[in-house]
């Protein structure tokens, strides 16, 4: 089983592909890379991990953060990532920080039936 790394941005629309890609596959691990609105408004029904971030922070900044965060959490080499949710900075903070980390990518999408790798 995969483990899964979602952007939750606050742009309106895309939680509810988040949830969808959460629901719609069964994942060995759930992390969550948000902040305090996400976490408070967001509500999932499987197991998972909020990372709380502060969005304001500039990239280099944002990608430590995640960096530290996540670090030892992560069980295997790779991992599913999904990005439709978030800003650019914030993609390329969570891209930036698993790549220093070692970790492989796959990025997946929810395709309206099923989850698929892009």
Known sequence: ?????VCLGTGKGTW?????????????????ITN???????????PHEFILVDPNKTVKELTEEVKTKITGKIAG?????????????EHTAI?????KLG??????TYTGTDVQEV
């Open 103 to 108: 970790v492989g990518i796959r990025l997946v």
């Open 77 to 89: 080499t790779e991992v599913a990532i999904n990005i439709i949710s978030g800003t650019g900075k």
């Open 95 to 99: 891209i930036g920080a698993l790549l």
């Open 16 to 32: 509810i592909h988040v949830a969808k890609l959460i629901s719609e596959q069964e994942w060995e691990k759930i992390f969550l």
């Open 36 to 46: 305090d609105f996400g976490k408070e408004k967001f509500d999932v029904q499987k």
């Open 1 to 5: 089983m995969t483990e899964l790394v």
